[in-house]
T-cell receptor, first 115, second 112 residues
Framework: GAVVSQHPSWVICKSGTSVKIECRSLDFQATTMFWYRQFPKQSLMLMATSNEGSKATYEQGVEKDKFLINHASLTLSTLTVTSAHPEDSSFYIC???????????FGPGTRLTVT | GQSLEQPSEVTAVEGAIVQINCTYQTSGFYGLSWYQQHDGGAPTFLSYNALDGLEETGRFSSFLSRSDSYGYLLLQELQMKDSASYFCAVRDIEDSNYQLIWGAGTKLIIKP
């Protein structure tokens, strides 16, 4: 149990375009989802926390207008990187937790490359 | 500020035992978690300690001392597949949501 999927697993896009990443909890209801980014050989950096049906809470330094998060249902959250630039290239990972699960479970991650 | 300290790299031999330490300074504390992450993959949950003492799960054990703000992950009978980065994370609660405060990770290198 406690499986989280992410789509796509990797994406290459041109500078200035937008990219949407989906995060789904497959076998539990995720009341809270977290979005992280991770640069090579570094730890995970929390970008934002989202609860179903409410606005996401962004960490300091994360631009909410650039990284749009929508948590429209108990099984789906999306992260849209708007007007992507090469410095947005990173590994983006979501995690989810819910009433039925006691720990955060991570999606497999999405590797974004902006050219 | 909030910080978690763990060694950046540890080297061990296949079949041996290795301990990865983690000390923390956080404003809140609801437990210490350990995650394993292989290169190119996402973290996977290993263990969670909310109370003092040792928790054992197969070859992996995790220890917590809240009075010392210290914990460790113990890996026994090391296998090559255990080569990965290991992160400790403190569980804290903010606005009724629990968050994880992450250490920088320890890269475990296993030699045959």
């Amino acid at each position: 149990g406690a499986v989280v999927s992410q789509h796509p697993s990797w994406v290459i896009c041109k500078s200035g375009t937008s990219v949407k990443i989906e995060c789904r909890s497959l076998d539990f209801q995720a009341t809270t989802m977290f979005w992280y980014r991770q640069f090579p050989k570094q730890s995970l950096m929390l970008m934002a926390t989202s609860n179903e049906g409410s606005k996401a809470t962004y960490e300091q330094g994360v631009e909410k207008d650039k990284f749009l998060i929508n948590h429209a249902s108990l099984t789906l959250s999306t992260l849209t990187v708007t007007s992507a630039h090469p410095e947005d290239s990173s590994f983006y990972i979501c995690s989810a937790s819910g009433v039925s699960v006691s720990e955060q479970y991570f999606g497999p991650g999405t590797r974004l490359t902006v050219t | 500020g909030q910080s978690l300290e763990q060694p950046s790299e540890v080297t061990a031999v296949e079949g041996a035992i290795v301990q990865i330490n983690c000390t923390y300074q956080t404003s809140g504390f609801y437990g210490l978690s350990w995650y394993q992450q292989h290169d190119g993959g996402a973290p996977t949950f290993l263990s969670y300690n909310a109370l003092d003492g040792l928790e054992e799960t197969g070859r992996f054990s995790s220890f917590l001392s809240r009075s010392d703000s210290y914990g460790y992950l113990l890996l026994q009978e090391l296998q090559m597949k255990d080569s990965a980065s290991y992160f400790c994370a403190v569980r804290d609660i903010e606005d009724s949501n629990y968050q994880l405060i992450w250490g920088a990770g320890t890269k475990l290198i296993i030699k045959p």
